[in-house]
């Protein structure tokens, strides 16, 4: 993500700047845009038949509740939007915020399936496994702190989970994200755009920037109404403990090499450079 909004008072002409994090790295490192879609992976076992069935469920971070229900789904070998349809059926313990929806309380982790393995207890255990982490103490004193209820650090930290290129850049774009809201900027984040198209191209086009949905964080002021995402305890603690910086900016030049700053010419070069390191790794120029 690149946030392209300039200072309010700044001039000249605003040319939109889009490129998600991982569509820099992909571009750089391969020269071709291949969006990730592995969802889970199941740990097997063979039986005394010799036929390998899964024991486990591991949950990587930052898959969206639709990846989570398929990899549920799959797993059990279950009719595909079995898990889905199983919501109602899980009462689950979701704040009130979520209105029912899970969505960043599926908590990243390895599930046993144990014996009569349903969609019901795993979503059980995930959102269980969530409210411990997010619920205690120090999530709800830290998102306090920042003057948020926790369901809004979870909702930030989906996003930092999707954007941040490593754990010590999670901080410094939790960060930009306090700073622009602070400021009355548009959130200006590619992974919300994403979540509203339900897709992981790892390109922004202009025309999708003003499609009408509450999660166009270009469109729309504020945090997006859930989160985007389950994310991990890495984006939760960022969440609540940004890293110390006025940076309103950032890009990923190249493969570690994200660039963070608050001032907007200097955004534009960082850009404009990353746009010469893509263009010769994939011979093709990049929406500017």
Excluded: C
């Amino acid at each position: 993500m690149q946030t392209n909004t300039p200072p309010r008072g700044a001039r000249g002409t605003r040319r939109r700047i889009r490129l998600t994090r991982r569509g820099r790295i992909a571009l750089i490192a391969t020269g071709a845009v291949v969006a990730g879609t592995a969802v889970a992976v199941p740990l097997l076992m063979t039986d005394d038949e010799g036929e390998s069935r899964p024991t486990s469920l591991v949950i990587p971070e930052g898959r969206r509740a639709t990846q989570v229900y398929a990899a549920i789904d799959k797993t059990l070998a279950l009719p595909a939007g079995t898990t889905k349809k199983s919501l109602a059926k899980a009462e689950l313990e979701l704040p009130n915020d979520a209105e029912g929806n899970p969505e960043g309380y599926l908590f990243p982790a390895t599930y046993p399936l144990g014996e009569n393995p349903t969609p019901e207890k795993l979503l059980t255990a995930m959102v269980d496994a969530a409210n411990k982490k997010f619920t205690g103490a120090p999530v709800a004193a830290g998102a306090q702190r920042n003057a948020l209820n926790v369901y809004q650090a979870v909702t930030i930290a989906s996003i930092v989970q999707a954007e941040a290129a490593t754990k010590e850049d999670m901080g410094k774009v939790a960060r930009v994200i306090f700073n622009r809201l602070e400021r009355g900027m548009p959130l200006q984040m590619d992974s919300t755009i994403n979540y509203a198209l339900g897709r992981s191209t790892l390109k922004t086009t202009t025309d999708d920037t003003k499609i009408d949905s509450p999660y166009n964080s270009y469109q729309r002021m504020g945090l997006p109404p859930t989160p985007i995402a389950n994310p991990g305890e890495d984006a939760m603690h960022a969440a609540i403990n940004p890293t110390p910086g006025d940076w309103l900016y950032f890009v990923t030049v190249k493969p570690g090499d994200t660039r963070f700053t608050a001032d907007y010419a200097e955004h534009r070069r960082n850009v404009a450079e990353f746009n010469r390191v893509g263009q010769s790794a994939s011979g093709e120029t990049r929406d500017k």
